[in-house]
């Protein structure tokens, strides 16, 4: 056996091969993506055959994997916790059905949140989904999870969650490898209708047999708490912890040199929690505190009268369990004294889209074309275009076509003008949930103009393949499903392409979109928004570049820094004038217009 040092991500990933995964499908998230991209890099290390996919959505992700569990091979179904969201649908009715081979929902949870719309349990969803969910504390459990819950899954033949959350997701340790094994079954579907088209008639004994599965899972040796015996010095008290709070909490206990002085429990499965466990802590301790992300999960089902946790209040109800939380909790439970100087947070700078970003030449012209306009968005790297005041509503993925919509049916029953609503989305946003958004709008007859700003990658989560690009996981060539026809099929009669580089015959489509939504006979316009990802250096090697330099007419108004924000752009303060950072400009000539004195000119060194 030899051992690495990996990133969580990449040790779940490797986990999946030494297990025998054969088919892995995901949509892209953070703080979940490195997962599939692990498997991807990892496949010649892999039992042959195996499939690997970015799937559209997370729900479709979990489908493929689902029927691929149906013919008695191993599968996972990888996401973030928001995904679960859209997964939702198929994963509570899997809980019912059941599987057949080994099947992992590897869903990352992310505490803060850091970079999500929300914050979510994953393990409080499984208690409503009924469905078996492991908390691993680091990278290296995280990994060694992932085989045995293959096995569970197969021994019961029921669905199991993985949830890692950000901090192990990201963080590093040394990690032991074995030989990938792997079962590498040959696909072997049995049809059994009372079961995998179950109608509702069959539903009630499905629900009963999953809630026999359930107490027999919670009673599963190799998933108990684990327990580190106290010396007895605070009897009466016990720590209880999962995942990463159980990581810190080890560490700040021999920070404080307190290990071994109370009984602490790390919880592996917090759901279905153990009875005997319960009984345990109800019988044995006067005082328990329960340390978890992000909900009280465990807490609620320990029922326990003496619980301190987030239900009693004694533990933040939001936010990172981080090690300066904990120790407050911990000193309260202990008797020990708080720590005088709480650290405080200083705000760093605010994030702004990249120097030539596409996306900021769209905003610009949005803006500038409708300066009372109403502007929802959507999910990605383009949400920043709130910057540029050009993004009026962020909600989750796809809600903009339909919340653009949903505004325009607002004002139209008024009977007054309609403002002009500029709907902005993603590519990969459009393939994942807005291609139904925008169904609905045509047919709905919602006048609303929809600009799809195709940059060609998954931008935000580090460049993930889009459907129309041909390209699928691992850089294998597929079949390039075009916007375009796609937007011509859903019953949109006005679209039109356009590179917002090109500012004036984007503003120009722009106006005449909105026509078509005033006409008469008018309905939705989409103007799709086409230019590669600067992140992307073929598309950076492939720009023409245009440099610009800023000429002694500069007013030193600032407008360039405030209102357009290229990080390459910046005020000299001892000058008051603009200045360009050459390192960081790309040359794209799009800050040219928005100079009122026309003191942005090309022709500076690059
Ligand atoms: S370059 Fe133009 S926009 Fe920028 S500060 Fe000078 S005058 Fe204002
Ligand atoms: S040309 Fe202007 S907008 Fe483009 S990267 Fe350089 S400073 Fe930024």
């Not at 021994?155 to 963080?171: D, F, G, Q």
């Not at 700078?349 to 109403?374: E, M, N, V, W």
């Not at 609503?421 to 590519?427: K, L, M, N, P, S």
């Not at 050459?582 to 100079?595: E, L, N, P, Y």
């Given at each position: 056996m030899t051992t690495e040092l990996l990133m969580g991500n990449d040790a779940i990933g490797r986990g999946l091969i030494e297990a025998g995964c054969q088919v892995a499908a995901a949509y892209p998230g953070t703080p979940s993506t490195e997962i599939l991209q692990s498997v991807i890099n990892r496949r010649d290390e892999a039992v042959d055959p195996l499939?690997?996919?970015?799937?559209?959505?997370?729900?479709?992700?979990?489908?493929?994997?689902?029927?691929?569990?149906?013919?008695?091979?191993?599968?996972?179904?990888?996401?973030?916790?928001?995904?679960?969201?859209?997964?939702?649908?198929?994963?509570?009715?899997t809980a019912y059905l059941g599987v057949k081979g080994g099947m992992l929902t590897i869903v990352a949870d992310d505490p803060g949140p850091h970079s999500s719309q929300n914050e979510q349990d994953t393990r409080l969803f499984c208690l409503q989904g009924r469905v078996p969910?492991?908390?691993?504390?680091?990278?290296?459990?995280?990994?060694?999870?992932?085989?045995?819950?293959?096995?569970?899954?197969?021994?019961?033949?029921?669905?199991?969650?993985?949830?890692?959350?950000?901090?192990?997701?990201?963080?590093?340790?040394?990690?032991?490898?074995?030989?990938?094994?792997?079962?590498?079954?040959?696909?072997?579907?049995?049809?059994?209708?009372?079961?995998?088209?179950?109608?509702?008639?069959?539903?009630?004994?499905?629900?009963?047999?999953?809630?026999?599965?359930?107490?027999?899972?919670?009673?599963?040796?190799d998933w108990q708490p684990k327990m580190v015996e106290g010396d007895g010095s605070n009897k009466g008290l016990a720590l209880v912890a999962s995942g990463i709070a159980?990581?810190?909490?080890?560490?700040?206990?021999?920070?404080?040199?307190?290990t071994g002085t109370v009984d602490l429990y790390q919880v592996l499965m917090p759901y279905?929690?153990?009875?005997?466990?319960?009984?345990?802590?109800?019988?044995?301790?006067?005082?328990?505190?329960v340390l978890e992300e992000t909900y009280p999960v465990i807490e609620m089902q320990l029922a326990h009268p003496g619980a301190a946790g987030k239900l009693s209040g004694a533990v933040p109800k939001e936010g990172e369990l981080t090690p300066d939380v904990?120790?407050?909790?911990?000193?309260?439970?202990?008797?020990?004294?708080?720590?005088?100087?709480?650290?405080?947070?200083?705000?760093?700078?605010?994030?702004?889209?990249?120097?030539?970003?596409?996306?900021?030449?769209?905003?610009?012209?949005?803006?500038?074309?409708?300066?009372?306009?109403?502007?929802?968005s959507d999910i990605g790297c383009y949400t920043l275009g709130m910057n540029l005041e050009a993004v009026h509503t962020v909600h989750c993925m796809g809600a903009c076509i339909s919340q653009g919509a949903g505004f325009y049916q607002a004002y139209r029953q008024d009977g007054g003008a309609t403002p002009t609503?500029?709907?902005?989305?993603?590519?990969?946003?459009?393939?994942?949930?807005?291609?139904?958004?925008?169904?609905?709008?045509?047919?709905?007859?919602?006048?609303?103009?929809?600009?799809?700003?195709?940059?060609?990658?998954?931008?935000?989560?580090?460049?993930?393949?889009?459907?129309?690009?041909?390209?699928?996981?691992?850089?294998?060539?597929?079949?390039?499903?075009?916007?375009?026809?796609?937007v011509k099929a859903a019953g949109v009669e006005f679209i039109e392409s356009c590179d917002p580089y090109h500012q004036a015959r984007f503003e120009e489509l722009l106006r005449k979109a909105d026509e078509h939504t005033r006409h008469e006979n008018g309905g939705v316009a989409v103007l799709i928004a086409k230019h590669g990802c600067l992140m992307d250096p073929a598309v950076r090697k492939?720009?023409?570049?245009?440099?610009?330099?800023?000429?002694?007419?500069?007013?030193?108004?600032g407008q360039c820094v405030e209102i357009f924000e290229c990080?390459?752009?910046?005020?000299?303060?001892?000058?008051?004038?603009?200045?360009?950072?050459?390192?960081?400009?790309?040359?794209?000539?799009?800050?040219?217009?928005?100079?009122?004195?026309?003191?942005?000119?090309?022709?500076?060194?690059?």
């Open positions: 499939h690997v996919e970015w799937s559209v959505n997370e729900k479709i992700a979990f489908e493929v994997a689902l029927a691929a569990s149906y013919t008695g091979k191993r599968s996972a179904a990888v996401m973030k916790q928001v995904g679960l969201n859209v997964a939702a649908d198929p994963f509570m009715r969910v492991l908390d691993p504390s680091s990278p290296a459990e995280a990994k060694a999870m992932v085989e045995p819950a293959f096995a569970l899954s197969e021994k019961y033949e029921m669905n199991v969650v993985l949830r890692p959350t950000t901090r192990v997701c990201h963080s590093r340790q040394s990690v032991a490898l074995t030989t990938p094994l792997g079962p590498d079954r040959k696909s072997e579907f049995v049809p059994d209708t009372g079961r995998f088209c179950a109608t509702p008639a069959f539903l009630p004994g499905l629900h009963k047999a999953l809630n026999a599965k359930l107490e027999q899972i919670a009673k599963e040796p159980y990581a810190n909490l080890v560490d700040l206990l021999a920070e404080l040199e307190l279905p929690l153990n009875p005997d466990f319960i009984d345990t802590l109800q019988n044995s301790y006067t005082k328990v505190l904990l120790y407050t909790a911990l000193a309260d439970f202990l008797g020990l004294e708080r720590q005088q100087n709480e650290a405080v947070q200083a705000r760093g700078q605010r994030p702004s889209l990249c120097p030539g970003c596409p996306h900021r030449a769209a905003f610009y012209s949005i803006k500038k074309t409708f300066p009372d306009g109403i502007f929802p609503v500029v709907v902005t989305i993603g590519d990969s946003t459009f393939f994942h949930a807005g291609i139904p958004a925008l169904i609905n709008a045509v047919v709905q007859d919602a006048r609303i103009i929809v600009v799809i700003l195709d940059n060609a990658t998954t931008a935000m989560t580090g460049g993930q393949p889009v459907p129309h690009m041909g390209i699928a996981a691992g850089g294998r060539k597929t079949k390039a499903i075009a916007i375009m026809p796609l492939a720009q023409e570049a245009a440099p610009v330099q800023i000429t002694e007419d500069c007013l030193g108004c990080p390459a752009l910046s005020m000299d303060k001892e000058n008051e004038t603009a200045r360009v950072d050459g390192d960081r400009c790309h040359g794209c000539g799009t800050c040219i217009a928005v100079c009122p004195a026309q003191a942005i000119v090309e022709g500076g060194m690059i």
